[in-house]
């Protein structure tokens, strides 16, 4: 799983070194180069991050193939945010550089960043505008999940303004024959993209037609349970896995979230477990029996790392609602007996009424042999840490480690295990906090 989240950056930057090496191929066939130096790195600041920007859109549309290449879509989404980060920055590298040669006059310089009668020019500021606030909006600002969203509908303007630029500007792109081909090919890639995710996802995705059957209020927590509205088409899906789901009621919005699910792939009934954190997920409580779902996946790899090294014994570190996904997974009958390892699962919670699903994990009664399950409390044992991770487990060696929860929790339990000698090939994490 590590080695694809490695090699999804590595097609990445493959491509984006490609776009340079064919637009330095291009000057150098027809013998065409620049007489200031700078401006060769404002066109790699603007080549480069066009290849960045495109391959945000790919990014975004939860196709299989991109989860694969980086092992889990909450691994693609950091990517995601990763990529859409340095494009901005790169993207800068244009007008500055461009900008350069007008210096010892800063009035020049500084003029040359706002609006002329130069068109040319004015739509590469539109452009440049428009990309630094919705990167604003969406990385460094905190939005309500609704509006956050909302606001990545206009990103596909920002694409629409990059290739009205590139074309008014009537630079290399569309001189080179190859690098024209070659950059309108991404362009048309990402337009369909945008489309497919922003306009028609929502109804020819891996779309299931579900019914609410019950939901069940569990202190903070709300159970809903659903069934398909036609039998024989079925969501499917592996342990650990997560969907995107949208309910028909005029309880909460319409617009998709994302949950683990939380029960076994052979029940018959889907159910997800969630925890009251805002105005939407509280309407969830509201939902009455019959009420239609859409459902979409199912996502994630969280739960092939079980799999991944099957001489290594699963450590699962659960932080409150961070258990969900560990629920399908110790509920799954061919998981937990077709396996000669020992499971540990570690529910941590603050204080142990706070631990929901204590008395159900207790009643499964599984094998000692093959399961150990370890409450812990922070407020009676400390917080959770490496070592006492492993006095819990019996030693770090010949382990490997699942954790889900708080990011801040994940984060330091990962780097904690690293600190102790735990390879990162044996530390997966799920993060719904980029997704």
Not at 93 to 110: C, S
Not at 128 to 142: D, E, P, Q, R, T
Not at 165 to 185: D, G, S, Y
Request: charged share 20%; net charge negative; aromatic share 14%.
């Amino acid at each position: 799983m590590k080695k694809q989240y490695h090699w999804g950056y590595a097609v990445v930057a493959a491509t984006t070194l490609l776009s340079l090496l064919i637009w330095i191929g291009s000057m150098w066939y027809f013998d065409e180069w620049y007489d200031e130096p700078f401006t060769y790195v404002a066109k790699v600041g603007s080549m480069g991050a066009t290849t960045l920007i495109c391959w945000t859109f790919i990014l975004s549309t939860r196709f299989s193939v991109v989860e694969r290449l980086f092992g889990g879509l909450d691994k693609v989404y950091k990517a995601h945010r990763h990529i859409g980060q340095t494009a901005f920055f790169l993207i800068l590298l244009h007008p500055l550089f461009l900008a350069v040669r007008l210096l010892p006059e800063w009035q020049e310089f500084l003029r040359f960043f706002w609006f002329s009668d130069d068109w040319v020019r004015n739509s590469g500021i539109i452009a440049l505008l428009l990309f630094f606030v919705l990167v604003s909006v969406s990385l460094w600002i905190s939005l309500r999940y609704h509006v956050w969203k909302q606001t990545h509908h206009f990103f596909g303007l920002v694409l629409i303004v990059v290739i009205v630029h590139m074309i008014v500007a009537n630079a290399e792109i569309m001189t080179f024959p190859v690098l024209r081909v070659w950059f309108f090919a991404w362009l048309a890639i990402a337009v369909l993209c945008y489309i497919y995710i922003r306009l028609l996802y929502r109804w020819i995705g891996p779309l299931y037609d579900y019914e609410v059957v019950a939901t069940t209020e569990r202190g903070d927590i709300i159970e809903i349970s659903l069934k398909p509205v036609r039998p024989r088409r079925h969501l499917k899906h592996r342990p650990g896995q997560f969907i995107y789901i949208s309910f028909d009621t005029e309880t909460v919005s319409a617009e998709p979230h994302p949950f683990s699910i939380s029960s076994p792939p052979e029940e018959p009934h889907l159910r997800i477990s969630v925890k009251e954190l805002g105005d939407w997920t509280s309407g969830l409580d509201s939902l009455q029996g019959g009420e239609r779902a859409r459902i979409w996946g199912p996502y994630g790899k969280f739960g092939d790392n079980l799999a991944a090294d099957p001489d290594l014994d699963p450590v699962l570190i659960a932080g409150g609602i961070g258990l969900t996904p560990f629920l399908s997974m110790i509920n799954d009958d061919q998981l937990m007996h077709e396996t000669d390892r020992t499971i540990y699962l570690i529910y941590s919670v603050e204080t142990p009424d706070e631990a929901i699903y204590h008395d159900d994990i207790e009643s499964l009664h599984l094998d000692p042999e093959r399961f150990v399950y370890v409450p812990h409390s922070s407020d009676d044992d400390g917080f959770l840490d490496a070592t006492t991770i492993a006095d819990k487990v019996g030693g770090l060696d010949g382990k490997t480690f699942l954790i889900c929860g708080p990011a801040p929790m994940m984060e330091s339990i990962a780097d904690d295990l690293k600190k102790h000698g735990v390879g990162i090939e044996r530390i997966a994490t799920e993060d719904f906090s980029v997704i």
